[in-house]
């Protein structure tokens, strides 16, 4: 830990110092001495000079109440409905970025404005992690990191995440271990040498039940690079619909080589009759453990339908427990 904070320390002073830099050369740029006039120069950002504190979000008081949810944060109707819906504004929102894409500075300052911080699951689809580690795509993460930096929100980046799953295409069946853990520190590297400090890590597998053959230690990059253990996971058919069953032996599995917090970074239920007893089992698994920081309800239609609005008893249990004052908060009060 003591090196990687060590090397944003680096990175932010020489940021500041360039800015500082910059509006001390007011003088020089207009002729100082030889014509008696200056330009004035805005003073240098307080952004870049003092990036976000992200310790207070990393460790909260309460616990986090998320969701991922259809358009937000670009649009933020969808999490207006929600929070009717559900008695309370979420305070993450999730949303997927496919690899090439412009970092959404609009959507995280919306999400801000409303009290929430934005969770980037970004997806490297099109290309290949072998190549990131590599550093073939650094023009492309230099860039989105300097997004990040400009606007100096905290975020949370989940980088290829369910790396433990065969069916991603940065998963199981394509990819060594070796070169996850390799390309997940370049990204962050990356990230921090140019002084993008306000992200919290979340390195986040599957749930290890339907892949147990394969040691997710072998993909962590270690404590140095991550913040948060997310996990993604969800109440189905073939298993007990209780947070134990769910999400217990991983928690198992990651206590044996991290004491990280942990994030449900995605999860639902089934619909079926026993929904209403997964949902009454995730909110008092996550409030029971003071290691896991909250959750996001992964909110559509997709595969399954996993949406609230699809169950009007689950949804009524749901709202009852989202009321607990242990759950949610505004992001910009931690």
Same mark, same amino acid.
């Given at each position: 830990?003591?090196?990687?904070?060590?090397?944003?320390?680096?990175?932010?002073?020489?940021?500041?110092?360039?800015?500082?830099?910059?509006?001390?050369?007011?003088?020089?740029?207009?002729?100082?001495?030889?014509?008696?006039?200056?330009?004035?120069?805005?003073?240098?950002?307080?952004?870049?000079?003092?990036?976000?504190?992200?310790?207070?979000?990393?460790?909260?008081?309460?616990?986090?109440?998320?969701?991922?949810?259809?358009?937000?944060?670009?649009?933020?109707?969808?999490?207006?409905?929600?929070?009717?819906?559900?008695?309370?504004?979420?305070?993450?929102?999730?949303?997927?970025?496919?690899?090439?894409?412009?970092?959404? +500075?609009?959507? !995280?300052?919306? =999400?801000?404005?409303?009290? @929430?911080?934005?969770? %980037?699951?970004?997806?490297?689809? &099109?290309?290949?992690?072998?190549?990131?580690?590599?550093?073939?795509?650094?023009?492309?993460?230099?860039?989105?990191?300097?997004?990040?930096?400009?606007?100096?929100?905290?975020?949370?980046?989940?980088?290829?995440?369910?790396?433990?799953?065969?069916?991603?295409?940065?998963? +199981?069946?394509? !990819?060594?271990? =070796?070169?996850?853990?390799? @390309?997940?520190?370049? %990204?962050?590297?990356?990230?921090? &040498?140019?002084?993008?400090?306000?992200?919290?890590?979340?390195?986040?597998?599957?749930?290890?039940?339907?892949?147990?053959?394969?040691?997710?230690?072998?993909?962590?990059?270690?404590?140095?690079?991550?913040?948060?253990?997310?996990?993604?996971?969800?109440?189905?058919?073939?298993?007990?619909?209780?947070?134990? =069953?769910?999400?217990?032996?991983?928690?198992?599995? %990651?206590?044996?080589?991290?004491?990280?917090?942990?994030?449900?970074?995605?999860?639902?239920?089934?619909?079926?009759?026993?929904?209403?007893?997964?949902?009454?089992?995730?909110?008092?698994?996550?409030?029971?453990?003071?290691?896991?920081?909250?959750?996001?309800?992964?909110?559509?239609?997709?595969?399954?339908?996993?949406?609230?609005?699809?169950?009007?008893?689950?949804?009524?249990?749901?709202?009852?427990?989202?009321?607990?004052?242990?759950?949610?908060?505004?992001?910009?009060?931690?």
């Amino acid at each position: 830990m003591r090196s990687r904070l060590a090397r944003a320390a680096v990175a932010v002073l020489l940021v500041g110092a360039m800015a500082i830099g910059l509006s001390g050369c007011a003088e020089l740029i207009s002729g100082g001495e030889a014509t008696g006039r200056s330009v004035d120069l805005p003073p240098p950002s307080e952004d870049i000079i003092r990036p976000f504190d992200i310790q207070p979000l990393v460790q909260p008081r309460r616990k986090f109440f998320g969701a991922a949810l259809e358009d937000a944060p670009s649009s933020m109707a969808g999490a207006d409905k929600y929070a009717e819906l559900v008695g309370k504004r979420p305070d993450l929102l999730e949303y997927y970025a496919a690899w090439g894409d412009d970092y959404n +500075t609009a959507g !995280v300052h919306k =999400a801000w404005k409303t009290g @929430a911080m934005t969770v %980037v699951s970004w997806e490297p689809d &099109d290309t290949t992690i072998a190549d990131i580690a590599d550093g073939k795509s650094d023009a492309y993460v230099k860039r989105y990191a300097e997004s990040v930096r400009n606007l100096n929100l905290p975020i949370v980046m989940s980088f290829a995440d369910e790396m433990n799953g065969h069916w991603e295409k940065w998963g +199981t069946k394509y !990819v060594k271990a =070796a070169d996850y853990v390799r @390309a997940w520190k370049h %990204v962050h590297d990356v990230f921090v &040498d140019a002084g993008a400090v306000n992200v919290i890590w979340a390195w986040s597998p599957n749930i290890i039940n339907p892949v147990k053959k394969i040691d997710i230690h072998d993909y962590y990059p270690g404590d140095d690079y991550v913040d948060w253990v997310g996990m993604v996971g969800y109440f189905t058919h073939d298993q007990p619909y209780t947070f134990d =069953a769910v999400f217990g032996p991983t928690i198992a599995k %990651v206590r044996t080589f991290t004491r990280k917090p942990l994030l449900v970074l995605e999860t639902a239920a089934d619909t079926d009759p026993k929904r209403r007893s997964a949902i009454v089992s995730l909110f008092k698994g996550i409030k029971a453990r003071k290691d896991v920081v909250g959750f996001i309800w992964f909110d559509y239609s997709k595969r399954a339908d996993w949406r609230l609005v699809a169950d009007t008893p689950a949804l009524a249990e749901f709202k009852r427990l989202a009321a607990d004052d242990t759950f949610g908060f505004d992001v910009r009060k931690p």
